[in-house]
């Protein structure tokens, strides 16, 4: 009886390995919810099949509904591989001792406009003000916080989807400013409308990431793949929603301290 009970044992611990095994083989990809789950599978697959073939490991898109869903997931370490903000990236780094591999070229600098006459010349003019912006968790809305350091003197933030929306919401009267990147202002209609000055941090753009569970053969493989041209040409409609050609190399050190802008989210801190 015994015998068979180290036999089964054996076998239950020996099925547990090849899961184990299994699982590393399993790349478990996800992306800051921007667009649809259906959106998302249509324009990461052909991407995450070309990574599979590189590296030998199977790439699964495990797309997010939503924001509180994916920030559950990213504080769970359930991602292996994520797509997102440069200010998740740093909390992977710094939390997480995730790595980014690659990144879109350029950065995200945010501005503050708001309607010519408005007699508000500066940030702190805009204590409990309405401010129109992205929902939190979006890097712009989370940078424009991250000046508030006290909850009771930040202003109210109205929820808005776009950025065109978001100069209606402004030029409408509903709120006293707005927070955009400095790149969407330039192509604006700026009639009646003027900055704050302030000068805010610019962020590289959104960002690859590997979590530290991948091995870092795999990862040297992934990140050589994404700025490689087969990677550029078969990630080219992805490019194109960002209005990009390519993509580069991440360097760690540009992310050090942007994970303090999630720490107003719940589960951040």
């Not at 076998?11 to 259906?38: C, K, W, Y």
């Not at 939190?136 to 003197?153: H, K």
Request: some cysteine.
């Amino acid at each position: 009886m015994r015998k068979w009970m180290s036999v089964g044992l054996l076998v239950v611990l020996g099925l547990s390995q090849a899961e184990t095994v299994l699982a590393r083989d399993e790349i478990i990809f996800s992306t800051a919810p921007t667009q649809s789950p259906e959106q998302t599978n249509k324009l990461y697959t052909p991407l995450l099949n070309y990574l599979s073939q590189v590296t030998g490991k199977q790439f699964i898109i495990q797309p997010a509904k939503n924001y509180l869903e994916y920030n559950n997931g990213t504080l769970q370490n359930a991602y292996d591989m994520v797509f997102d903000g440069p200010h998740y990236t740093g909390w992977r780094m710094e939390r997480q001792g995730a790595v980014p591999v690659a990144r879109l070229p350029g950065t995200i600098t945010i501005v503050v406009a708001v309607r010519e006459d408005s007699n508000i010349q500066r940030l702190d003019d805009l204590i409990g003000r309405n401010i129109c912006a992205f929902s939190s968790p979006n890097m712009l809305t989370m940078d424009f916080l991250n000046y508030f350091r006290n909850p009771v003197r930040q202003p109210v933030m109205l929820r808005v989807e776009g950025f065109k929306q978001i100069i209606e919401c402004l030029k409408s009267g509903k709120g006293d400013a707005a927070v955009l990147r400095d790149t969407v202002w330039a192509k604006q209609d700026q009639t009646g409308l003027r900055l704050i000055s302030h000068e805010f941090r610019s962020h590289p753009e959104r960002t690859f990431s590997v979590a530290s569970s991948v091995a870092p053969e795999v990862r040297e493989r992934i990140a050589a793949a994404l700025v490689s041209e087969e990677g550029s040409r078969v990630a080219a409609p992805l490019l194109e929603v960002f209005k990009k050609e390519r993509f580069i190399a991440a360097d760690p050190e540009i992310y050090r301290g942007l994970g303090e802008l999630l720490t107003p989210v719940w589960g951040f801190q």
